[in-house]
């Protein structure tokens, strides 16, 4: 069964620190770009970060540059989204996705495997 479970997310206070993982069974996530989005209640998804396949190149979004990192463990088959900062807009439901070919992180189409999300809370 190809999948992509998603960790590491709970409750913590601004300014606080988070590591999410992204751990894929079935397949091997190196061939694939792996993409971060996160969900807030009453918005729609939206991209947070990005890294691909082949040269390790990533993306951010704006909203989390100089916060968030993004990397990958080939040998674990996982990928983490260290999240450093943490500010309450930041509340999500975080989901990771894998795709073979994604020319844009942002496009959710382009991604074949998609995770059942982590809920991540920023409060006092």
């Known amino acids: 069964q190809l999948q992509l479970v998603e960790s590491g997310g709970g409750l913590v206070q601004p300014g606080g620190s988070l590591r999410l993982s992204c751990a894929a069974s079935?397949?091997?996530?190196?061939?694939?770009?792996v993409g971060w989005f996160r969900q807030a209640p009453g918005k729609e998804r939206e991209g947070v970060s990005g890294i691909s396949s082949s040269d390790g190149s990533t993306y951010y979004a704006d909203s989390v540059k100089g916060r968030f990192t993004i990397s990958r463990d080939n040998v674990k088959n996982t990928v983490y989204l260290q999240m450093n900062s943490l500010k309450p807009e930041d509340t999500a439901v975080y989901y990771c996705?894998?795709?073979?070919?994604?020319?844009?992180?942002?496009?959710?189409?382009?991604?074949?495997?998609w995770g059942q999300g982590t809920q991540v809370t920023v409060s006092s």
């Open positions: 079935g397949f091997t996530l190196d061939y694939y770009a």
């Open positions: 996705a894998a795709g073979e070919y994604v020319p844009d992180y942002d496009a959710e189409y382009q991604y074949d495997y």
